[in-house]
Structure formats: structure tokens, C-alpha cells
């Protein structure tokens, strides 16, 4: 079973409308969780990075949250723009391991 | 900083030949990473590198890949021989975390690698 599961695997919204993205993780000890941007033939760039102690955390349009004794996280993206279609990947690292869990991803498209 | 390079951008090659895949890290970066994506599996660390050396390689599929990285400023991923089910597309990443996964990767834009 993936250490990293994601959902929805895919959505599609309206223009101007909010979405939100979920991803659960079984990765203890837990060090630290991003939220990657990957457009369709580029490579992935890097949205937010968590650790424990942080609850949540902004990048313009683009909010993060994280429940760490739930080993659960967020990402939710306001009044959407046809720029944000793109899959979102999270990342969990595990702490002193030094290895990383990847989601297969979240893929959103953005419709006018 | 131009970011992280790589080349070629596609690579299309029969079965049984050899491939070599290229990337130019960010300056000063001392961290470098492979990763392979298909839509089956995601993403996927292959190997990564910490001042030059190897230090993670469990995620190499077999024998038939290799990864170098003669100097700090390029690495090569190499699979020999080459079967269709490599086809995927190779990323290179690099950061400047000393070889600690917790600091921020920049990707290079990848290689699509199509086996024939």
C-alpha cells in the first residue's frame, strides 16, 4: 500500500470557484510534507513544505493545512484560474530516514 | 541561474540500446536526485547524491540503470540495455541541503524517454 494516497484523482472545476485537495500519509516518524505544482510537461515546483509543529501555511491563492496526529493534509486553491490546471503532488518525508513517499497526484482542470 | 538542465528534453530508441540521460545541476547546489515518473507509479527516487558521492541508490530498478556524477556540475542517468518498460519520463532535481530530504528540490523540466 502507498505510504501517500491522494484524492480526488481528479476534478474538474469552474473558473473563479474554490477546490480543495486531500492527501493522507502513513509515514512515521513524520519530518515534513510538501505540496508540488506539476504542469503538463514541465517538472514539479514547489508549492509549500510543513513541518510537525506547522497548522497551516500560504502561498498566494494556494493554502496548506496539516493535521499531524491525524496524518492528514491539505491543499486548497481560492477563486481558481485556468493557470492552475495541473497535478498536485504531495510529498512526505520521513524524520531521520531520510527517504521520501509521493502521492500519484491530484489532477485539476481549470474550465472557463 | 538557468536551473536545472537536462538533455535531452525527448529520447526515442529501439529495445537493447543504450541510453544516457544528462543533467546540469543548480550552482552550488550539493544535492542531486533522479526520479522517474510514469502514470502507474508516480513519481519515484532512483538514486540521489550528496557532494558527488552516491548515497541512496535502493530505488535503482536493476542493474541494467546507472547514475555518475564525475563533478559538481553534471550526472548522468544511464540504461543499458534499454526495454520498452523503461519508457517514462526522468527527472533531475537538485537542492542545496546537504544531502537532507527536508530542503526544497528544484526539478529540471525532464526527459520523456520512449522505448520502442
Partial sequence: ???????????????????????????????????YKQDTGRGPVSLTIMTFSENTKSNGRYTATLDADTKQSSLHITASQLSDSASYIC??????NNRLAFGKGNQVVVIP | DAGVIQSPRHEVT?????????????SGHNSLFWYRQTMMRGLELLIYFNNNVPIDDSGMPEDRFS????NASFSTLKIQPSEPRDSAVYFCASSGG???????????????????
Fill in chain 1, 1 to 35: 500500500k502507498n505510504q501517500v494516497e491522494q484524492s480526488p484523482q481528479s476534478l474538474i472545476i469552474l473558473e473563479g470557484k474554490n477546490c480543495t485537495l486531500q492527501c493522507n500519509y502513513t509515514v512515521s516518524p513524520f519530518s515534513n510534507l510538501r505540496w
Fill in chain 1, 91 to 96: 510529498v512526505v518525508s520521513g524524520y531521520g
Fill in chain 2, 98 to 116: 546537504g544531502g537532507r530530504m527536508n530542503t526544497e528540490a528544484f526539478f529540471g523540466q525532464g526527459t520523456r524517454l520512449t522505448v520502442v
Fill in chain 2, 14 to 26: 529501439e529495445m537493447g540500446q543504450e541510453v544516457t540521460l544528462r543533467c546540469k545541476p543548480i
Fill in chain 2, 67 to 70: 547514475a555518475k556524477m564525475p
